[in-house]
DNA sequence: AAAACGACTTGATCAACATCAAGAATTTCT
DNA sequence: AGAAATTCTTGATGTTGATCAAGTCGTTTT
C-alpha cells in the first residue's frame, strides 16, 4: 500500500512542466498552455545503457528525441568501417533533425552512458506546430540554430590548429555543463580520447598530447575523463587564434 | 504603345509557375494553387553585380532568398580579418536560413557574378506555413537538409585528404549543373582559386597544384575558370577515398 | 600601348600533425 | 584475483599540405 504512494523518479520529471531541462529544450518560450499540449504528445521510455543505439543510419525515422539525462554520440558511419563522430549531446539537446529530409535517419546515435531520452513523433509535432505557432516558430529556430553550430563547426575545422580545436571542445563542454547547472570547470568527459580525436579532425596521439600539454601549462588537471579547468580566459585566448595566446599567458 | 506590350525577360519568369526552378526550389512538390500562394509574397528585386552584398553579418533578418541566377558565396567573417567561406549558390538554392535563429544574419552573402534572387519574408512565410501544410512541411524538410549537407561537409573537412576534397568540390557542381539542365561535364567557376582553397579548408597553392595534377592525369581539363570533367567516374573512386582510385586507374 | 595590379602557377622549404611502435594504466572478463 | 583486452600516453619518424618566394599570365587603368 506503502509502496502504491512512492512516486518514482521517473514519474516525479514524466511531464514537461516539472522537468528542469523546459527552459534549454524544445519548450523554451512556451506558455504553459502551450507545454501541456507539446507534452501530450512526448513519449518517454526506459533508459539506454552505455552502448545501446537510440537509431542507426539507414533506420526509418519517426521521432526527434531529446536527452534528458546521460549523453550520446552521433556519427556517421562512412564506407570503410570507420566513422566520423558528428556530436556530443547533453540533456535537453535535440537530435535527429537531419532525419526529416527524407524520413530517414542519416546517422547513428549511441549512448555514452546510462541516458534517458523523450521521444516526440515527428508526424505529431508537424501536426501540433501547424495548430501551434509558437512551436512551429520554435521549431524553426531550433532547425536554424543546428545550421549555425554545423557552421561554427566548418571553421573549426577548415581553419584551426589542433590547438585551438581541443580548447573550444572544452569550452562548449564547459559552457553547456553550466546551462545545465554544473560546475564549468569541473566536469566528467562521457566520450574517449579516440571519439574526441574523430570529433575534431585530430589523431588520438595528438588530443592525448595536447591534454599533456595544457595540463603542462597549468590551463587544466586531466585524469582520464575527469577535467579541471583552471584558466578559462586562457582558453578562450587560445580559441581566439595565434599570437593573442601569448600576450595573455605575460598577463598572468 | 508598342513598348507597353514587350514583355521584359524579368517579367516572363516573375512567378514561380513559370520559374523553370520550381522543381528545384522552394514550391518544390507543391500543388499549383499552393505554389499561387506562396508566389504571392514573394518579392523579386533587380539583379545584382559581382562584389554586391546580398547582405552582411550582423543585418537583420526579414527575408529567405532563392538564387534565380547567377550564383552567390556565403562566408562568415572571422574576428582576424580573414574569413571562412561557408558556400557557394546556385540558381534554386535558399540562403538565409542560418539567420532564423536570432533574427540577425550571421554570415554574409556576395555575388559572385551578376545574380538575380527571390525574397521571401520570413514572418509572411511562416505565417502562410502555419495555415499550409506541405509549406510547413517542405520547410522543414529544406532545413533538414541543410544540416544533412553541412554534416557532408564536416566528414570532408574532418577526415578527407585535399584530393578527395577537390574531388568532391568538382562533382557537387558537376550533379547541381546537371540537376539545372546545364553540361555536367564542362562549365565555368565563378569563384577564384583561393575561395575554393578557402572553402576547402586548403592553401590557394595546393588548389592549384591539385588542378594541375588532376590535368596531367587526364581526369580533367582546366583552362581558368573553364573546367572540362574528362572523367567523372574516376572521379567518384577519388572521392571514396584510399586506393579505390588506383584499382579504377588499372581498369582505364 | 605601357604600366600596374591581381589571379594563378610552380618550385623550394618547413611545420604541424599523422602514423608507427612500444609501454603504462585501467577496465573487463573469467 | 589474475589474465586479457582496452584505453591512454609517450617517443621516433614520416607525410601532407602550408608557407615562402618568384615568376607568368590576364585584366584593368591611364
Known amino acids: 500500500m506503502t509502496s502504491r504512494k512512492v512516486v518514482s523518479f521517473e514519474n ?5 512542466k516539472n522537468c528542469s531541462l523546459a527552459t534549454l529544450c524544445l519548450p523554451m518560450g512556451l506558455t504553459p498552455d502551450d507545454v501541456e499540449r507539446l507534452d501530450s504528445i ?6 539506454y545503457h552505455r552502448g545501446d543505439h537510440l537509431y542507426r543510419g539507414g533506420d526509418k525515422f519517426h521521432s526527434l528525441r531529446v536527452i534528458t539525462s546521460g549523453s550520446v554520440k552521433t556519427y556517421s558511419p562512412n564506407e570503410d568501417g570507420g566513422e566520423q563522430v558528428l556530436g556530443f549531446h547533453l540533456p535537453g539537446e535535440l537530435i535527429g533533425l537531419d532525419a526529416i529530409q527524407d524520413d530517414c535517419h542519416t546517422c ?3 549512448a555514452l552512458e546510462t541516458t534517458a531520452v523523450c521521444e516526440i513523433p515527428f508526424s505529431q509535432l508537424e501536426s501540433l506546430s501547424a495548430i501551434m505557432p509558437s512551436l512551429q516558430h520554435q521549431m524553426y529556430r531550433l532547425l536554424s540554430r543546428e545550421i549555425g553550430q554545423d557552421t561554427e563547426m566548418l571553421t573549426l575545422l577548415g581553419k584551426k590548429s589542433a590547438e585551438e580545436r581541443l580548447a573550444t571542445f572544452l569550452l562548449s563542454f564547459s559552457e553547456r555543463f553550466k546551462q545545465r547547472g554544473f560546475s564549468a570547470s569541473d566536469f566528467f568527459l562521457s566520450m574517449s580520447r579516440h571519439e574526441i580525436g574523430n570529433y575534431l579532425g585530430l589523431a588520438v596521439e595528438t588530443v592525448s598530447r595536447l591534454f599533456t600539454r595544457f595540463q603542462d601549462e597549468n590551463l587544466l588537471r586531466v585524469e582520464r575523463k575527469h577535467v579541471q579547468l583552471l584558466d578559462i580566459p586562457r582558453l578562450y ?3 581566439q587564434g595565434c599570437d593573442s595566446a601569448k600576450s595573455s599567458q605575460s598577463r598572468g
Chains 1, 2 share one sequence.
Open 12 to 16: 516525479i520529471k514524466v511531464a514537461c
Open 42 to 47: 512526448i513519449k518517454r521510455g526506459r533508459p
Open 237 to 239: 585566448d587560445i580559441v
Open 108 to 110: 547513428s546515435a549511441i
